[in-house]
């Protein structure tokens, strides 16, 4: 059964459409800001919408000299700057984390005899 033009044009559509997501580029120049600060201002500038807990992200400060950067490499240059993950969970959404992967835990521990 022959493709339709329409299907054929849809899916080339598709397929440039994530070829330019996965080269995107950024400007980026941040002098001791903090990171919360600079993911914010990824968000305005990029499509990416970054999920993170406020704790991982509190003392955090990121230094990038002026340059325009591909996205992977700009998460790959956060990364190196704070030790913490961030992990593309698609086209848009990235994951902060601490990769030690710590967690709290508070209770109460009896012990029965």
């Known amino acids: ?4 033009p329409i299907r054929s044009l849809s ?15 950024v400007s980026v120049q941040y002098e001791q800001v903090p990171l919360k600060t ?7 500038k990029t499509e990416l919408s970054f999920s993170y ?14 340059a325009t950067l591909a996205i992977e490499l700009l998460l790959r240059a956060l990364e190196e700057q704070t030790g913490l993950r961030f992990e593309r969970l698609g086209s848009t959404q990235v994951l902060v984390s601490n990769p030690k992967g710590t967690t709290a835990i508070c209770g109460d521990l009896f012990d029965v005899v």
Do not use: C
């Open 1 to 4: 059964m022959p493709h339709s």
């Open 11 to 25: 899916i080339l559509v598709f397929l440039l459409g994530a070829a330019l997501a996965s080269s995107q580029t």
């Open 38 to 44: 600079v993911l914010m201002d990824l968000e305005a």
């Open 53 to 66: 807990s406020n704790e991982v992200v509190a003392d955090k400060v990121i230094r990038l000299e002026p």
